[in-house]
């Protein structure tokens, strides 16, 4: 058993740091955008990022646009019934004061029409615009096909 958890730590250790980025446009921090890898081009990429909007008024996440993909969209999951669905997303309110997270089973960005594959390591960036705050373009980390998100400390999940 002592063994097990020492060669857990050794593998964690081990593991490269992903980065994570931190970029603030007026009132608004954005945290942490990352993908994950995609096994070809043809099916659509997903972003996801945590924003906090410090300020006193409200914004909201209009679009998001990349040289990634050519069809990039705002989507929202929602759970009906035990059945997961995806609707379009016109925009994403980011109320004052609070922290809205584009991660998996909720909102996040779907990029259709991949330009490459997306590869593990690679990072590529995406602007976001936003009602008040206006435009800001962030880079986005490639992690692997199965991570769910990069370590942001103690406001991640
Ligand atoms: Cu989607």
């Given at each position: 058993m002592k063994t097990h958890i020492l060669s857990a730590l050794i593998l964690m250790a081990s593991s490269p740091a992903i980065a994570c980025e931190s970029t603030s446009i007026g009132d608004l921090s954005v945290v942490g955008p990352w993908s994950r890898a995609t096994i070809g081009a043809?099916?659509?990429?997903?972003?996801?990022?945590?924003?906090?909007?410090?300020?006193?008024?409200?914004d909201a996440l209009l679009a998001i646009s990349t040289?990634?993909?050519?069809?990039?969209?705002?989507?929202?999951?929602?759970v009906?019934?035990?059945?997961?669905?995806?609707?379009?997303?016109?925009?994403?309110?980011l109320p004052a004061g609070q922290t809205v997270q584009l991660a998996?089973?909720?909102?996040?960005?779907?990029?259709m029409g991949l330009t490459a594959a997306l590869k593990e390591g690679e990072t590529?960036?995406?602007t976001l615009t936003f009602e008040v705050a206006g435009d800001v373009t962030v880079n986005v980390a490639v992690l692997s096909l199965r991570a769910e998100g990069p370590d942001c400390g103690t406001d991640g999940q």
């Open positions: 043809g099916r659509p990429a997903v972003f996801y990022v945590a924003i906090t909007n410090g300020g006193a008024s409200d040289p990634a993909a050519n069809m990039p969209m705002l989507h929202e999951t929602i009906t019934d035990g059945v997961a669905s995806m609707l379009h997303a016109m925009s994403i309110p998996p089973g909720g909102y996040h960005g779907m990029l590529f960036p995406i």
